[in-house]
């Protein structure tokens, strides 16, 4: 069982992973980009705000991180009859780098199914909170700014709505929860909502 977590910056999402993960018995919690040492580097580069990256430059080191990730541990793991749990996965670069950053979809798509030998989730949850919401809460968090976190709020809005267009395209696969409210409350939404 491959399950996914996915939301804007600020959704709670990781939060919410860590509490459902003590429904399984022993398993694999990882997240993109990054969960591999190689692949932890790649993202070091993604996210620093100082990196003067092209967004096809940033699509294609995405996919490079996905593709080490999933050949390294997803796979390994799924093969091994464990439950993953993944912080982001090929729907963020549909949302960020597609809707975001307006960049093809169906390219987007192509290159992702190759980088992850069309491994799909059996179930996607998107945290879904409006973008002033998030914004304020990944802000909040203190520490350095990273290079996502300076983008404007329309880029958020495109990438909040991109995912629930993806979600409404894919009713049986996504699960919509609304990630407003307290910790406790979202935790119940999760639990009602994916039993
Ligand atoms: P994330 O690790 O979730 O952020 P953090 O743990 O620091 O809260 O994601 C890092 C950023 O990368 C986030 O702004 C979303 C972005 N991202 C993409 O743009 N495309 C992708 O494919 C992925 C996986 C992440």
Redesign the pocket.
Known sequence: MFITFEGI?GSGK?TQLRRLAKRYHDPLIT????GTPTADRI?AI??DAGSKLDPLA?VFL?AAS?HQHVVEVIRPALDAGRVVLC????D??LA??GF?RLIDLDRLRALNDWATGSLRPDKTLLFDIDEETGLRR?RGRGGDE?R??AEDIRFYRRVREGYLALAAAEPERYIVIDASGSEDEVAQRVSEAFA
């Open positions: 910056d990781t997240k993109e980009p990054g993202r993604l996210l940033e995405f996905r912080d982001r996965y090929v963020a670069t960020y780098q975001g990944a990273l996502f976190e």
